[in-house]
């Protein structure tokens, strides 16, 4: 295909761009509409420029504090945390999927699968309900910081027993990686739905909120500790891209080219619990963007682990912000749980995939 | 110059490797022969460094393993296996370029890129730069996995810790040919053979007799974790040999072409 002859360098520059149009689209729809010279207005103003001319954004009757007026309010504290959180979340979600899938040397495992997410929303539905009464008053200092630790612990504890029960001598087993998943999560949703049952908390007792994940929460602080959660995640799996490749060839093969591979199986579950707890401990769960976008980018060009981190970061970011802009729409001035148009657009992958994994038996690799 | 010293590997209570000790030295091939079951995997896993023995020790150029890095020793010492399972599309490149991995941190410098064209082009696989590894025959892929294992030891190795600077550099081939067909088996032994000029210890696991036979230069025979015989070949090759190891009746014939002989086998009188 003439796509894979497309250098690396070329699609990142695209995929930048691409980004950059969503954020800006993203930002503009919704219940109340932007228009683009406002955003460029409120963004120049932002950053230090001029206020918007007089009578821009300023709703009759109402005009804003300190010089800004109610839509300049809404696009700065509402609207742009919330497609910069939905970037963040789409970049870390998809970078992970691509370390999963580097990992277990294959291309169906995400971290919704193997049970990050889910131990992550559990570790963060505890936080939530339990957190006062463990921590008292602490809790409200802490509240931001406690809730991606836990989110942490659980995602990590989860994801390591799926890895644990499917890695048989060295060798995934897809069959148990699939089942030990199903388990995994099932025990994580049911403990986070015990959580939401008895919680006081009207957002915590939100099931949809857990399951399907919303980005309606997003603000500056949670926003800011996703973002450099994620960034630095990224930067660090890049490190280990070239370990990564090697790995594709097996454990002993990896070892033979100086690969440390029990180390770096233990780093990357690590750092893909890290990425992907940060943020669903903000969003809740949001499945399948792990697992579309480095399939299409494989598809699009290439399986090595460089292209596939930096790519994944920039396409995750461009589909859950296209995914959170169509939630948002569909049934405006309301908005769906992101995870509904997340499942609806990677169920069909996801099961296309398993297709082919059947067929691989016969025929000798996924994209063969 | 490799040395295996009384090299004992267990697998819970089960000895596979029991008791062995041989050296290697650079500028002949090597070939360990034996019936399957009899260790030799675990043989050139435990000398590779891939799997740690139960007791004994090996030493690279009079450097113990146990003590060399495993970056260190991995920019000397590459092994091929037989073809790894890949399931992902890379290219040919980037396969060819993983040799290099052990010699750069980040981004691959001239010298690995110039490497890994001069690999390419010795084993004659330019064609296939810029391919997916996914779409190549069999024997193609046997050519890209043989680059990337050259381009790993290709030049003379600089300084590394714990290895005395002026060593020579180690390719071990785990039956390497046993999933191509004859015309490749042969291409690619004689370009294996062709290492042995330089300063390389090259040592393979065969399973057929005949081509260990011609391209050998000493055969090491193994059986049940133990080296039952070792020695120059053609000379160490006779028909009690190759009946005390395969327990097959067996018989040498001379090839009017060759030096070397042909081995026959008569299943039948095999009790």
Redesign the interface.
């Known amino acids: 295909m003439q796509l ?2 497309i250098p690396f360098r070329v699609y990142y520059i695209v995929l930048g761009l691409l980004l950059l149009v969503s954020l800006i689209v993203s930002a503009r729809v919704g219940a109340v509409p932007i228009s683009y010279d406002h955003i460029f207005y409120f963004l120049r103003h932002a950053l230090g420029g001029s206020p918007a001319p007089t009578g821009i954004g300023s709703v009759a009757g109402f005009p804003g504090s300190s010089g800004t007026s109610i839509e300049e309010q809404l696009f700065l504290q509402i609207r742009l945390p919330r497609v910069l959180l939905c970037a963040f979340t789409g970049a870390a979600l998809s970078v992970s999927g691509a370390l999963m899938q580097a990992l277990f ?3 169906i495992v995400e971290p919704g699968l193997v049970g990050t997410s889910s131990g992550a929303a559990f570790g963060a539905a505890f936080v939530f309900v339990m957190g006062k009464s463990l921590a008292g008053s602490w809790v409200d200092a802490l509240g931001p910081f406690l809730l991606p630790v836990f989110a942490f612990i659980g995602g990590g504890l989860a994801t390591w027993l799926v890895y644990r029960l499917s890695n048989v001598f060295g060798k995934v087993n897809v069959n148990t990686l699939l089942l030990a998943g199903i388990a995994v999560n099932a025990l994580a949703a049911g403990g986070t739905g015990f959580f939401s049952y008895i919680a006081r908390d009207p957002q915590a007792r939100s099931i949809v909120f857990w399951n399907l994940g919303t980005l309606s929460g997003a603000d500056w602080t949670n926003t800011a500790i996703v973002g450099v959660a994620t960034v630095s995640g990224i930067f660090l799996s890049l ?1 280990y891209s ?2 990564l ?2 790995l ?3 454990e ?2 990896a ?6 591979t029990e180390s770096l199986k233990t780093r990357i579950l690590l750092l893909n619990t890290f990425l992907v707890a940060v943020a669903t401990s903000v969003v809740g769960v949001i499945g399948f963007v792990g697992l579309i976008v480095p399939h299409i980018l ?1 598809l699009l060009k ?3 682990n460089r292209f596939l981190i930096i790519g994944s970061a920039l396409l995750g970011a461009i589909l859950l912000n296209v995914a959170d802009m169509l939630a948002r729409v569909i049934v405006a001035p309301s908005e769906f749980p992101i995870g509904v148009v997340t499942a609806f657009a990677g169920a069909p992958v996801f099961l296309f995939l398993l297709i082919r994994a059947n067929r ?1 038996q016969q025929k000798g ?4 | 110059m490799l040395e295996i010293r009384d090299l004992v590997c267990k697998v819970g209570s089960r000895t596979i490797v029991d008791g062995v000790s041989l050296s290697f030295d650079p500028g002949r091939l090597h070939v360990i022969v034996g019936p399957n079951g009899s260790g030799k995997s675990t043989l050139l896993k435990a000398f590779s460094g891939e799997w740690v023995p139960s007791s004994g020790c090996v030493t690279y150029d009079g450097a113990d393993l146990a003590r060399i890095g495993k970056l260190s020793i991995a920019r000397r010492r590459a092994v091929m296996t037989q073809l790894p399972e890949l399931h992902f599309p890379l290219s040919v490149d980037e396969i060819v370029m993983m040799g290099r991995y052990p010699h750069f941190s980040f981004s691959p410098a001239p010298n690995d890129r110039a490497i890994c064209a001069q690999v390419m082009s010795h084993l004659s696989i330019q064609s296939l730069s810029g391919r997916d590894y996914l779409t190549l025959s069999g024997g193609e892929r046997q050519r890209v996995q043989f680059a990337r294992a050259l381009a790993q030891i290709w030049e003379a190795p600089h300084l590394s810790a714990g290895l005395p600077p002026s060593g020579s550099r180690y390719l071990f081939l785990d039956e390497p040919v046993s999933s191509l067909d004859i015309h490749y088996q042969h291409q690619f032994l004689q370009l294996a053979r062709d290492l042995v000029k330089e300063n390389i210890v090259l040592i393979a696991i065969l399973h057929d007799l005949n081509l260990a036979l011609h391209y050998a230069d000493r055969m090491i025979f193994m059986k049940q974790g133990r080296i039952v015989a070792e020695g120059a070949v053609p000379g160490i090759v006779t028909p009690a040999l190759i009946r005390e190891v395969f327990d097959i009746e067996a018989r040498l014939l001379e090839d009017p072409e060759s030096d070397t002989p042909v081995i026959t086998f008569n299943h039948s009188s095999n009790g």
């Open positions: 894979k002859k040397r294959n291309p490190f070239r370990s490749n090697a594709l060839l097996g002993a093969e070892g033979y080219l100086g690969v440390r494989r290439s399986s090595d691989q690799g996924f994209y063969a």
